[in-house]
């Protein structure tokens, strides 16, 4: 049984007891097996509990150094736990050193195995490096504390060495000492550094989910609008990202960047505002967190590469195997490369490299690449588990693999890149991932040590905090270049690929189905195309399209995010969302509803108001009138559309009445190609002609008065004449009498005091001044009559 070094002083006692029921139940139990089907001896339960039992949980929380040397006195710290139903007596924990392992398979097994076994988990170090635990008490935990100067485990050559920590002891229905708790990490033992190290290029992903919605304030600023203020808390002290910072800046990686999230970070850095679940916003506070986390990101790229992915990390294999029959969906991704380096540029200070492309997990067919190398992305970070080794190399080669077309698949190492994932928030988790990594890596060196490899890790897109703890701890391990060398990503995709090294790209039909299944449906991409299609509609009649075009533009990129899976209701909303603030400022611009029109004669005037409530101007547009019944009713000639914002235009139609009746107008804004702008709004038009003949009847009664007039005015002036006459005939006889006074009947003569006896001064009814302040959006009131 395993030696216990608080059980020295009575070893020799333990071994004869030991010996003794070894005898026993050598000699006896076969014949009384049989015969009575007694119990086996205390030996034969040991190694039945040697295999499987976990009576005690044992938890190494800690290594160090995580790679040794020589010199080096190693610590192991942890904790035992008893998740059995009585008190576990005399026992202690001890330190195992297990065989040499000569495969990474070999890791992956021990890894995966529980139990023990005295062949595989080897023999314990025993004396003074145990811990004894006089009783552990059931659900109770102790700690431990086991430290081993390295010489003493007699390593001998470098290799990968399995390294565990048992708990021996006993229970009250097993009294013999026996391994009642077992966990097993890796030593990786490298006392010189080797000839032919490995090149290692680690990828360090900054990239987070969509933050920023398509809305904006109207002011000048055009404050953006965050769908909440979570990003915050990932850039707060202690948050996700603030991590990734903070250690990758004496990390030897390559930051690997979404762009949308420097934008996103960078709008936070002045005012912004929250937007409620009922579309009300707030005020955001986190402008400090975020200016602190830009300054601490310029710093760490300095002097590291930076790889900018497409603007808002495209979901590269839904766009492949759903977006690819929709028209116009991989225009897109020309766009999101060029903004990508634009942003980079702008908020770090830095270049980056835009020719990588990322789909999820690395997982490739030949749709993919198509999709991926589309919009220039040379090379294409794939994983092992998908462009899988099928010619039976010993040995995991160069990453870089050349697929034609000048294009190259980087593929990273499945076993490295998968080793962080789950929850290492737990000491123990923590620990073993890193000893893990380092034991792989060490081996992969080993398996062709006259080989220079070049080797990419590509963790998973989104660490948590403490899975980017557990990575730099990891990567730190290798810093003193025993058996690796760090390069950057562009040195490893240049690196001289292995001729024997798979470069088939996979059939479609070998793409995940897990995968598959978290991809954006078809129809999620011809939404897109359908707003994209409504925003470019919109914006050839702004005078200052990029405050609508570049807040919605990004968003539409939004929408094919990589973010998105896992999250299909998340993604159904936000493309609503997007969709509906487009309408809603469309409709800003519309023509206001008119009630019936009177058309009291042969001529007039008809207004028709087009109100703009956006806060620019608009122009390109064109207002069109057509009639239902254009013998009856000619409406004229289009007219031009041109309204500074928060204003309205009447646009005036001269019309032409042929005959009376009743006809329908209906009117309709046009772009400058011709495409009908928002929906027609019709209104009706009662005409009322006067005819020539009561025209004629009125002329020829207008022609009488005058003649009459004329004539009245002929007679008093002939009796005017004929009454001087008379005066003088008088004055010289004054005998005379008077003659009576004749005079004709006095005619007041007519007056005309404009056409068609209007008022001259009088307003015309229902003229408008052709650019207003806003109007009322309500209809024209019933019965309006139009101008003549």
Sequence with gaps: MAEAAQFQGRRSASARRWLRCAVAALVGGPLLAGLLQIPAGPQAQADSNATGSRTVDVSIDSMTPDSPAKSDTLTVKGTVTNDGSSAVTNAHVGLRLGPSLNSRSAIDSAARRTGFSYGADGREAGGEHTVEIDKLP??????????????????????????????????????????????????????????????????????????????????????????????????????RLQQMVALGKNLPVTYVLDPDLLATVDAMTKNYKIEGPDGTTTPGRNQAVAKQWLKDLQDAVDDHEVVALPFADPDLASLAHRGKGVSAALGHLKPATDLASVTVETILGTKPRTDFAWPVNGA????????????????????????????????????????????????????????????????????????????????????????????????????????????????????????????????????????????????????????????????????????????????????????????????????????????????????????????????????????????????????????????????????????????RLDVGEEQPVRIDGGHSQSVKFNTTANANGTAWVKAQLYTDDGTPYGGPMTFKVKVTEITSTVMLVIAGGVLLLVLAGVRMYTQRKRAAARGTAESTESDEDPKTDDPAETEGPETEEPTTDGPEGQEPDSEQQGDVTPDTGPESGNASGTGEKVDR
């Excluded at 562009?490 to 090294?501: I, N, Q, V, Y």
């Design 138 to 239: 059931s659900g109770i935990s102790r700690s431990f504390s086991l430290t081993i100067p390295v010489e003493d485990l007699n390593l001998g050559r470098g290799g990968v060495y399995q390294l565990g920590v048992s708990l021996t002891g006993q229970t009250q229905k097993q009294p013999f000492q026996q391994v009642l708790g077992m966990e097993r990490t890796f030593l990786p033992w490298q006392p010189s550094a080797v000839e032919h190290k490995t090149r290692m290029s680690f990828m360090w992903p900054l990239i987070s989910s969509s933050h920023l919605t398509a809305r904006t304030d109207s002011d000048a600023q055009q404050t953006p609008i965050l769908r909440d203020d979570s990003l915050a808390a990932e850039l707060a002290p202690g948050g």
């Design 364 to 631: 490739i067919d030949s749709s993919v690449i198509d999709v991926a190398t589309s919009a220039g992305a040379h090379n294409v970070i794939t994983r092992s588990d998908s462009l899988r080794e099928t010619g039976g190399l010993p040995y995991t080669p160069t990453s870089a693999r050349p697929i034609g077309g000048g294009n190259t698949a980087v593929s990273a190492d499945a076993r490295l890149s998968t080793g962080f994932q789950g929850d290492m928030s737990r000491a123990e988790d923590s620990t073993l991932a890193v000893q893990q990594f380092l034991a792989q890596t060490l081996m992969l060196t080993m398996q062709a040590p006259q080989k220079q490899r070049s080797i990419v890790v590509a963790p998973q897109r989104t660490p948590t905090a403490s899975q980017a703890r557990t990575m730099a701890q990891a990567i730190g391990g290798l810093e003193n270049d025993r058996w690796t060398e760090p390069v950057g990503l562009s040195d490893a995709a240049k690196a001289k690929p292995d001729p024997r090294a798979t470069s088939q790209v996979p059939a479609d039909a070998s793409y995940p189905g897990s995968l598959r299944g978290q991809e954006l449906p078809t129809e999620a991409f011809r939404e897109i195309q359908r707003t994209q299609g409504a925003l470019d509609g919109f914006q050839v009649i702004l005078s200052q399209p990029d405050r609508v075009v570049t807040p919605i533009g990004n968003a539409i990129m939004r929408e094919m995010s990589t973010s998105w899976r896992g999250d299909a209701e998340g993604a159904t909303g936000f493309r609503n969302s997007v969709r509906g603030y487009l309408s809603d400022l469309t409709e800003e611009v519309q023509l206001i509803q008119k009630s019936t029109q009177t058309l009291s004669g042969q001529s007039a005037t008809i207004p028709v108001t087009v109100q703009n409530n956006l806060v620019q101007g608009i122009e390109g547009l064109k207002l069109v009138l057509t009639s239902s019944q254009p013998n």
